[in-house]
């Protein structure tokens, strides 16, 4: 499906974006993974070229500084003279809480979250029309509905859905023959989310391995958005508009308040 694509993965080091240049490597693209820690990815390259990627690099850095976002595509840019897919997945850290009132963090977040994404887009834009070529923009389901204890990281999934929504619309409008597939993840089994998140959801969460395979697959296929896992995540947002308090109750329920710190 991606033989000898080229493809850029932010916050591949762990996670779902790691299971995701897996796939890619499976499927023989030439691959290009980053984020801060250079050790895991070094790993994450080694075993990407062992499960046969046509090419593996890695670029090593923060994306709460919006050049070092810039500084990627231009290394693919360098590397390959041009590129098919840009998957925009990383996240920087916050808390899982009641809301603290701290502004700065989520400034800082949304810089990490959201700017970065944009500056990437921004730069890759001209490689990915000459290739009609493909973005896709890892959200949550955080990014639809309102989920308590996670504001911050919640905004910034907001801004993803309006900044490439609209972005979207803009390129239907002016012929720009690049997709944009938005997806929206449910609480999916990183080590990461289940750290975070055992002791105080009673969710099941899904496999990263399949989630990633299917982010890929609905870039590839140019899908406007993904929902995964479907029935959770779809029937989910199937409330906002007919019963929102309801929904907003079924998801405080998902949730062991009691143990929720105050920050
Ligand atoms: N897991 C879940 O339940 C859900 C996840 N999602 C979304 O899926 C995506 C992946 O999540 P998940 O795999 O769980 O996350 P992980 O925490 O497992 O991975 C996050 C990745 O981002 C990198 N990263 C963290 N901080 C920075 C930074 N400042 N600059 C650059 N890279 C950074 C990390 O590497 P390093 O620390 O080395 O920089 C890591 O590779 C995210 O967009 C998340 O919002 C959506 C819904 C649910
Ligand atoms: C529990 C939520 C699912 C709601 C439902 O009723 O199905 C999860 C939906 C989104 C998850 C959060 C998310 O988007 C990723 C965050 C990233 C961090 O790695 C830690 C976990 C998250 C806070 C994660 C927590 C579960 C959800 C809110």
């Known amino acids: 499906m991606l033989r000898g694509k080229r493809v850029i993965v932010t916050g591949a ?12 490597a499976r499927m023989k693209s030439h691959i290009l ?11 994450v390259v080694e075993r990407c070229l062992e499960l046969g990627a046509a090419s593996a690099h890695y670029v090593s850095g923060s994306m709460e500084n919006t050049a070092f976002a ?10 390959w ?29 949304l810089e990490t979250n959201f700017l970065s994404y944009v500056a990437m887009t921004v730069s890759a834009l001209p490689m990915l029309k000459e290739s009609k070529g493909s973005i896709i923009v890892v959200s949550s389901v955080a990014g639809k509905v309102g989920i308590p204890f996670i504001a911050p990281y919640s905004a910034t999934k907001f801004a ?37 998140l055992s002791h105080v959801t009673r969710k099941t ?7 990633a395979l299917e982010i890929i697959k609905s870039g590839a296929l140019r899908q406007r958005e993904l929902y995964y896992p479907y029935l959770t995540t779809r029937s ?28």
């Open 81 to 109: 003279g041009g590129l098919d897919m840009l998957i925009l997945n990383h996240i920087g850290y916050s808390y899982l809480g009641y809301f603290n009132g701290d502004v700065g963090h989520i400034r800082k977040l």
């Open 160 to 196: 993803l859905d309006g900044f490439f929504s609209s972005l979207r619309q803009e390129f239907i409008t002016d012929y720009v023959n690049v997709s944009i597939t938005l997806c929206v993840l449910g609480l999916i089994d990183t080590e990461t989310a289940m750290k975070t």
């Open 205 to 211: 969460a899904a496999p990263k391995e399949e989630c």
């Open 236 to 263: 989910l947002l199937f409330f906002p508009d007919w019963a929102p308090d309801f929904l907003d109750s079924l998801i405080r329920n998902g949730f062991k308040v009691e143990n929720i710190k105050r920050t």
């Open 33 to 43: 993974i980053t984020a801060r820690t250079e050790a895991k990815l070094q790993k």
């Open 70 to 79: 810039e500084e990627v595509v231009k290394e693919a840019e360098i590397a």
């Open 13 to 24: 080091s762990s996670g779902i974006g790691e299971q995701m240049a897996y796939h890619l």
